[in-house]
């Protein structure tokens, strides 16, 4: 009943700026976090930012490059990221999920977007 899509992957040059967009259709109602996690080649997948209302988290790596944010309709998302390093190259998935507390109740994935970093 719900379908993640996310748009805006492509290449970019270091120092680039890309943007990301993450929406959820279907029953969104009870959605309430939003967030980016990425898989870089030999790496684990790691979480990039999450929102919660209006809260947001980022992992160290990206801290002061990109920003999440979320739009008045549920289940959407976007990531701006600027100042774009070569190490930031990754396969880019959204997750929206219906949390309560920190369980997580239901988790919905979308198909992953391709961002590649290179000079």
């Known amino acids: 009943q719900v379908q993640v899509v996310e748009y805006g992957g492509g290449l970019a040059q270091p120092g680039e700026s890309l943007n990301l967009s993450c929406t959820a259709r279907g029953s969104v109602f009870s959605i309430n976090k939003m967030a980016w996690f990425r898989q870089a080649p030999g790496k684990q997948r790691e979480l990039v930012a999450s929102?919660?209302?209006?809260?947001?988290n980022y992992t160290d790596a990206v801290k002061g490059r990109f920003t999440i944010s979320s739009g008045n309709t549920k289940g959407t998302a976007w990531l701006q990221m600027s100042d774009l390093k070569p190490e930031d190259t990754a396969v880019y998935c959204c997750n929206a999920r219906s949390t309560a507390g920190s369980m997580v109740m239901y988790e919905y994935w979308g198909q992953g977007t391709q961002v590649t970093v290179s000079a």
């Open positions: 929102i919660k209302n209006g809260n947001t």
